[in-house]
């Protein structure tokens, strides 16, 4: 397969004026009708005309009214055309009914669908589909279903037929169809400048109860982005359609959003409080792409975080704003820990902006996602909020309707702010997790062994002095030295700017220094805190406020302290977390008791009445096997699956013991009164209760989670139940009640299919996870229902890594099926084996056996092929 750089890119030879699309739409055989008018690009370097086509026949095709023959490979065509403008005319057949890779256009329940990022426009018909080619666009659609739906605003309709036409000119990427016997949730929301927009959530008929909540989401993140960002939204109509057959969350096609029926449909009887949260954050952030995206989108596909690392950071700041910021940030750490480190980690480590790809669809990454979002965060804190929002007004000023590029971006801030980003570019271009190293020094006021002060001006290498302090005063230093491993081929990796908050407490818990923002711009760089009476303890990288691995000596008491005092929540939350990680892998490595000192302040932090019950909760989590696993490899130590979860159960059972008598108590507190409501706070206490039954099922073997089961009248509560009952090993009767209760609800049943292979017993994973391929409920071509499956499977950590390896011959044995019909899910599935190389030998040759066994499929897709080949390394 072929390897596309950066560093190739040319511009389009060829622009588009307009497009003009006819649907015909028939489940085997729609007939797509183009007429697009091309004009010559002022900037081109060459004058090869090729438009870009797969998987269809071409019927006929004119230029200017006259018949062409064109040359037809299996990437598009090529013709010979006018030297000036002219119009292209082409009728394609393709057949949706048979496109099972849900990518260009597809059929999901008896519905039409597209699906056109990244390049699935090419699947729908010839066209130069690239992002840096952008076109007004009107579309006819000619069916007999109800619902005719497309991009921008409707022009005409009559009997079996439906016009839309889009003035804002955008990529073929952002096009958008659905035809189907669909209703429609309507509402209206009137914009900044007082504009009228009528909005609308289609969906299924049955599935019409599910729709308010996400309604009231689109609501709130349209005024937030006003509010906020300056942003009104710019059509007369925007229409979120729900699908039950997605690649991935949703699409932001302008006007026309799609979305996973999961990412948009809920119900308190049928959705927990995690899926009303992440329901408003993926309205929102698709919604946010309005800008962030379609009005200036990216100019190739090497600038996808561009778009996708400022709109997650935006759908951040909303929830934020919309819930508990510390909470957000928690749980956001946790996840980029999870998911985006191992990723530049290991063999699948690129920058933020790749340099090279094969397959684009392989590169819808954390890393471009959410480390993507973190280096705006860090941009932000360096500049500050108030340049920040000066930066952004430029941008949408300078850039509407471009497409384009992290440089643009870049000099946005340069120009609004006077500061050099040169080195702060490295952020985008430089792969791996930074490692940084914290040792410090105390010099008391009579401290004569302490060096002379040195000279701030003359001295390169003499700390930045952070405050100025009375006499006589004792003086602290923190020294920080970064190092980023090499990795995705680069071995040099140059020191990045790292903003690192800092706080420091006095010896009594007191806060002697408010948060401060350290710049950190050299591989080894010291800063001088003066004026201090005493030794304080410091509170590090406040915030999470640069994503890198902080590598501190300190003191289990230390990290205690820390628990109890730090003012910061994320600190103080980390400082419990890495007491457990500490706790836990003494425990692995030599058998060590679980650490009192944790226990201690979880028994505190559990009833600590004035913290946020969902705050609590988090604090309470301990880290998960995989986390665990990574942090033996970095020490040294070969991570035993069955070690590390004999570990986590034995170190859980000890604080349900600890907390035994005060769980009662905390448990009636957390009771939530009333209707249902997914709003933080009562989500934050049912997240606590949750807790708190996981710990009391281990004192009483399930009881109250039988009760608590029964009387449910919300999803939360019944699936929290759930879990306790299937981890206690009394899950069975609630299994087969939660079945028949919900067997017509395919979003239910994939958490019935998700819960009981993640929850299950390690050494029964794998069986349980096969028996219920041969569920007849079980569907390959589903992915929700595939990644319920074998995404679960994943998730329980020991289970997957079961020592006879039946547990990744499973996974393998349905990759292979799936990735004929699929390659894209297929694909992003195979990155649960990217740390292979961490396990034992005999784990290492059972993984590579299967995913040698993968690569060796026949017409293996170039998805799958790309992923297993940069995995095997
Ligand atoms: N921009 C979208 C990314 C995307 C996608 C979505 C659904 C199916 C396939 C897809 N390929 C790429 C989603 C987003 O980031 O908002
Ligand atoms: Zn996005």
Request: charged share 25%.
């Amino acid at each position: 397969p072929q390897t596309i750089y950066l560093k190739d890119y040319t511009p389009p030879a060829w622009l588009v004026e307009d497009v003009h699309l006819t649907f015909r739409l028939a489940a085997k055989t729609t007939r797509v009708i183009s007429r697009i008018r091309f004009a010559p690009n002022p900037d081109r370097v060459d004058q090869t005309f090729f438009l870009h086509g797969e998987d269809l026949v071409l019927i006929s095709s004119h230029i200017d009214g006259v018949a062409v023959t064109p040359t037809i490979t299996e990437e598009g065509l090529s013709c010979d055309v006018p030297d000036g403008p002219f119009t292209w005319e082409a009728e394609v057949e393709i057949s949706p009914a048979t496109n099972t890779a849900l990518e260009g256009l597809y059929m999901s329940s008896g519905m039409y669908c597209t699906q056109c990022e990244a390049e699935g426009f090419r699947k729908i018909t010839y066209y130069p589909d690239r992002p840096d080619v952008m076109a007004p666009f009107t579309v006819r659609i000619e069916s007999d279903l109800p619902v005719m739906l497309s991009n921008g605003n409707p022009v005409a309709e009559g009997e079996g037929w439906a016009e839309w036409h889009d003035p804002w000119k955008k990529p073929s990427y952002l096009f958008a169809l659905v035809a189907g016997d669909l209703v429609n949730h309507p509402d209206r929301f009137t914009t900044m400048s007082g504009r009228d927009v009528e909005l609308n959530i289609w969906v299924r008929p049955g599935d019409l109860h599910k729709c308010a909540f996400g309604m009231e989401a689109l609501k709130k993140s349209m005024k937030w982005d006003e509010d906020v960002y300056g942003r009104e939204y710019d059509l007369d109509i925007f229409n979120i359609v729900a699908v039950d057959d997605f690649n991935m969350g949703a699409m932001e096609n302008k006007g026309l959003n799609i979305f996973n029926s999961s990412a948009v449909l809920a119900s308190p009887e049928t959705s927990t409080d995690a899926n009303f949260e992440r329901i408003e954050a993926i309205i929102a952030h698709e919604y946010f792409h309005n800008w962030t995206g379609n009005r200036i989108t990216c100019r190739d596909w090497f600038q996808l975080c561009l778009k996708e690392g400022l709109t997650v950071y935006r759908d951040s700041q909303f929830t934020s704003d919309m819930r508990s910021a510390p909470v957000k940030r928690i749980s956001d750490v946790i996840d980029l820990r999870a998911r985006q480190f191992p990723e530049d980690q290991g063999p699948l480590s690129h920058p933020v902006r790749p340099e090279r790809f094969q397959e684009i669809n392989n590169f819808y990454t954390a890393t471009v996602y959410e480390k993507g979002a973190e280096v705006i965060g860090m941009l932000k804190r360096l500049v500050g909020d108030e340049a920040y929002a000066k930066a952004l007004d430029l941008y949408f000023e300078r850039h509407d309707g471009d497409a384009a590029t992290i440089e643009d971006w870049l000099r946005v801030f340069e120009d609004a702010t006077g500061r050099d980003l040169t080195q702060f570019k490295r952020w985008y271009s430089q792969s791996g997790t930074p490692r940084l190293k914290v040792t410090e020094d105390w010099a008391a006021a009579d401290d004569a062994s302490r060096p002379p002060s040195r000279d701030l001006a003359d001295n390169p290498e003499a700390p930045d002095q952070v405050r100025g302090g009375g006499t006589p005063s004792g003086t602290y230093t923190l020294t920080f030295e970064q190092h980023t491993p090499e990795g995705s081929g680069q071995t040099e990796k140059e020191p990045q700017v790292l903003p690192i908050a800092v706080g420091l407490l006095g010896p009594n818990g007191d806060e002697v220094l408010a948060t401060t923002l350290l710049e950190m711009t050299q591989a080894k760089q010291s800063f001088e805190f003066t004026g201090l009476s005493a030794r304080p303890i410091p509170s590090i990288l406040r915030e999470f406020s640069a994503p890198v691995v902080l590598e501190r000596e300190t003191s289990a008491d230390k990290r205690a302290f820390l628990l109890a005092h730090d003012t910061d929540p994320f600190n103080r939350w980390e400082a419990g977390r890495q007491l457990a990680r500490d706790g836990l892998i003494a425990m692995i490595r030599n058998g060590s008791p679980a650490d009192d000192r944790w226990l201690e302040g979880m028994s505190r932090v559990v009833r600590d009445d004035t913290a946020d019950p969902a705050f609590r909760a988090l604090m309470l989590s301990l880290p998960a096997e995989s986390e665990l696993a990574q942090a033996l490899h970095e020490q040294g130590t070969t991570p035993d699956p069955d070690a590390i979860w004999q570990a986590r159960e034995t170190v859980a059972q000890q604080l349900a013991e600890t907390l035994q008598d005060a769980l009662p108590r905390l448990q009636a507190e957390m009771t939530v009164e009333g209707a249902y409501s997914p709003d933080a706070g009562p989500a934050g206490r049912r997240a606590l209760a949750g807790k708190l039954l996981g710990l009391t099922t281990r004192l009483d073997g399930g009881a109250q989670a039988a009760r608590q089961y029964t009387h449910a009248d919300n999803m939360t509560l019944q699936l929290t139940a759930l879990a306790c009952l299937i981890r206690s090993g009394r899950g069975e009767d609630a299994l087969a009640a939660f079945y028949n209760r919900w067997k017509d609800d395919r979003l239910v049943i994939d958490k019935w299919f998700m819960l009981q292979i993640a929850e299950a017993d390690p050494a029964r994973a794998a069986d349980v996870a096969k028996t219920l391929t041969e569920h007849p409920d079980f569907d390959l071509k589903n992915p929700n229902r595939f990644r319920a499956t074998m995404g679960a499977l994943a998730m329980n950590h020991a289970g997957f890594h079961r020592a006879d390896g039946d547990g990744y011959a499973l996974l393998a044995d349905w990759l292979i099926r799936l990735d004929a019909l699929n390659p894209q899910t297929t694909a992003r599935m195979c990155s649960v084996f990217q740390a292979w190389r961490r396990y034992d030998a005999d784990r290492q040759a059972l993984m590579r056996q299967n995913l040698e066994r993968i690569a060796a499929k026949s017409d293996l897709s170039r998805d799958t092929a790309e992923m297993v080949g940069r995995i095997l390394g």
